[in-house]
């Protein structure tokens, strides 16, 4: 019996003990690490896709409730307007999911440029997706509002040779994120305003 | 008989040096060693791990009731193991994203859960300390190479170390023309290499 209490308490014990010293680590880095998240891959990827924006995309972000989900938002301006929307977007990999930020001109339904973030692909692969740029540069000016495929699959969109999968990933994004931006598009117009 | 602090600490560099005369803790090794920088890392997090781990066993091990200590090394384990994540996600966050799912995996990595049943569990805390660094920075130099190795053939560079500004190391190590064997740092090289070194070691420990 007593034996029994000792196991309890002391396996109680430890576990708050690391449940305590966890969630106060969690909050002490949490705003760190978005910091880092930012700079490290979302940042590069946007500010590559909104070459020329004379704001700073990073600080005019902001957030939608798309049903049970919160979607973030970037904001970029062009020519004195504010009209281009970055949004985030993935599709299933070689190595799982394949982060894309697709960068949207409101005025006209335009892939101003897509860039991609996360991902676990093969390096020297699937992983060139992130520096290729002839493969991204492949969705400039093309409408939000399609679905898109490799060439394999009967697309307009030519895969990066060694990595299909990857290919297939990021044009599924970029199809998911024609969808996002379908359906969130009233309110999108909406949040821009505030902006200007 | 007692070894001394020397003799456990240097143990864990050849003598038992985890992945080749002990072949644990597999998994990072095959998969994290496409470059020596990821190999380094790996090796890192998992000896900040094991110290702190073996620290805690140390000296924990005369209130942990045996019956329930393999639930009391994990609940120790997966603690720093999550404390390493979020430190690596707030100040290292490009290693963090080269390493990944790796880290979480340390949990379950056997080096550490078997240091902890094997020695820190029987052991004072300075005896436990030297134990976990010399593994630990064993397992590092194991990592190391095998990186090395894959990372020369595979991808024709040396990386040590990437800060967002420079690389540390030697790019193109066979000149331009080389045509890196891709193979390498894929799965499949990891087995092969592993293999080859397995081989080489036991050919030196064999005469």
Same mark, same amino acid.
């Given at each position: ?33 978005? /910091? ?5 891959? &979302? @940042? ?5 896709? $909104?070459?020329? #924006?004379? %704001? ?28 281009? /929307? ?5 599709? &299933? @990999? ?5 982060? $894309?930020?697709? #960068?949207? %001109? ?19 692969l699937g ?14 000016? &093309? ?17 990066m040779s060694g990595a299909t ?32 | ?181 891709t ?25």
């Open positions: 019996m007593r034996e029994m209490v000792t196991m309890v308490v002391v396996l109680t014990v430890l576990s708050a003990l690391s449940g305590g010293l966890l969630s106060g680590l969690r909050n002490a880095t949490a705003s760190k690490i978005e /910091v880092q998240q930012l700079k490290f891959v &979302k @940042g590069p990827a946007i500010k590559e896709i $909104l070459k020329g #924006a004379s %704001n700073d995309p990073i600080a005019d972000r902001f957030a939608l409730k798309d049903g049970e989900m919160e979607r973030k938002f970037f904001v970029g301006k062009f020519d004195g307007k504010v009209n281009t /929307v970055v949004l985030e977007s993935s599709g &299933k @990999g070689y190595g799982g999911d394949v982060g $894309l930020m697709v #960068a949207v %001109n409101m005025e006209n339904d335009q892939i101003v440029g897509v860039g991609v973030t996360t991902h676990s692909e093969t390096p020297g992983a060139t997706a992130k520096d290729d740029p002839g493969f991204v540069s492949q969705f400039k000016g &093309k409408p939000i509002n399609e679905t898109y495929k490799v060439t394999n699959d009967g697309g307009k969109i030519n895969a999968i990857t290919s297939r990933a990021v044009c599924s994004a970029a199809s998911n994120a024609g969808m996002i931006y379908k359906k969130l598009k009233p309110q999108l117009e909406e949040k821009l305003k505030e902006f200007k | 008989m007692a070894k001394t602090l020397t003799q456990e600490f240097t143990k864990g560099l050849w003598e038992e040096i985890a992945p080749f005369r002990l072949v644990l803790g597999l998994c990072p090794v095959l998969g994290v060693t496409t470059t020596v920088e990821n190999g380094i890392g790996m090796g890192l997090a998992t000896t900040f791990v094991l110290v702190f781990s073996n620290i805690l066993v140390a000296s924990l091990r005369n209130i942990i009731p045996a019956k329930v200590r393999i639930a009391c090394f994990i609940i120790i384990i997966a603690t720093f193991v999550v404390v390493t994540e979020l430190l690596m996600q707030a100040f290292t966050y490009p290693l963090f994203l080269k390493l990944g799912v790796f880290i979480p995996l340390i949990v379950v990595n056997c080096i550490v859960l078997g240091r902890a049943e094997a020695f820190a569990y029987k052991n004072n805390i300075t005896l436990s300390i030297a134990d976990g660094l010399g593994i630990g920075i064993g397992f590092t130099l194991s990592l190391a190479a095998l990186g090395a190795l894959r990372e020369l053939f595979g991808a024709n560079n040396l990386t040590i170390w990437t800060t967002p500004t420079s690389v540390f190391g030697v790019q193109q190590v066979f000149g331009a023309n080389f045509e890196p064997f193979f390498m740092v894929q799965a499949p090289g990891a087995f092969v290499c592993l293999g080859l070194m397995l081989c080489v070691m036991n050919l030196m420990g064999s005469k």
